[in-house]
């Protein structure tokens, strides 16, 4: 089975700093996608960002980015320059199987809080 | 474009009673996921839609559950009877062939006293 893992439950940060976020992952497939998804207090699931598995640069949309180990099944999500309205809880996903990519698997969540 | 609409944005409701979660994907998209999330189980796919069809329910918890699609723009999830067990967030996204890209509506957040 295909499973998701984000270890920290929550993380905090200062105002302008920078944080990582962590998350693993378990597949035997050899070409997918990994998604982030941002959860803020409205409860609106937006994607912050996306990944694709045969791609060896990493992806980057703005002041977030990741660190993509395929070998290592390792999936992080930086953010930089930290702002207030980036607090809300971040989910890592993974498609898991079926003809859509939007059949997903959820990690258990990080709630994030950004400090002024 | 409006997004992915659902309705109501909040439901409370008694034990017993029957409930009727609404969605209206995105035009144009194909595929349709229905997504429960609460705090023990976190975000779990319930049923998606392809072209109207379910194509898989293994996520359903249990017969109280059914989802519907009659036409392209339109889904609905009840359950009946309803149980405060149910009491969770419940979401809908749409996507657009494979995808990857799924949109999430705003979510239901579901109360059964």
């Known amino acids: 089975a295909q499973t998701v893992t984000q270890s920290q439950p929550e993380m905090s940060v200062q105002e302008a700093e920078t944080v990582t976020l962590s998350c693993t992952y378990d597949?035997?497939?050899?070409?997918?996608?990994l998604f982030w998804y941002k959860q803020p207090p409205s409860r609106q699931m937006i994607l912050v960002i996306r990944q694709e598995a045969y791609k060896q640069q990493n992806a980057t949309e703005n002041r977030f980015s990741v660190n993509f180990q395929k070998a290592a099944k390792s999936f992080s999500l930086k953010i930089s320059d930290s702002q207030l309205g980036d607090t809300a809880m971040y989910f890592c996903a993974f498609p898991t199987g079926g003809t859509s990519y939007g059949k997903l698997t959820f990690g258990q969540g990080t709630i994030l809080t950004v400090h002024p | 474009d409006a997004g992915v609409i659902q309705s109501p944005r909040h439901e409370v409701t008694e034990m017993g009673q029957e409930v009727t979660l609404r969605c209206k994907p995105i035009?144009?998209?194909?595929?349709l996921f229905w997504y429960r999330q609460t705090m023990m189980r976190g975000l779990e796919l319930l049923i998606y839609f392809n072209n109207n069809v379910p194509i898989d329910d293994s996520g359903m918890p249990e017969d109280r559950f059914s989802a519907k699609m009659p036409n392209a723009s339109f889904s609905t999830l009840k359950i009946q009877p309803s149980e405060p067990r149910d009491s969770a967030v419940y979401f809908c996204?749409?996507?657009?062939?494979?995808?990857?890209?799924?949109?999430f509506g705003q979510g239901t957040r579901l109360t059964v006293v």
């Open positions: 996204a749409s996507s657009r062939g494979r995808g990857p890209e799924a949109f």
């Open positions: 035009s144009g998209h194909d595929y």
């Open positions: 597949t035997s497939e050899s070409n997918y996608y």
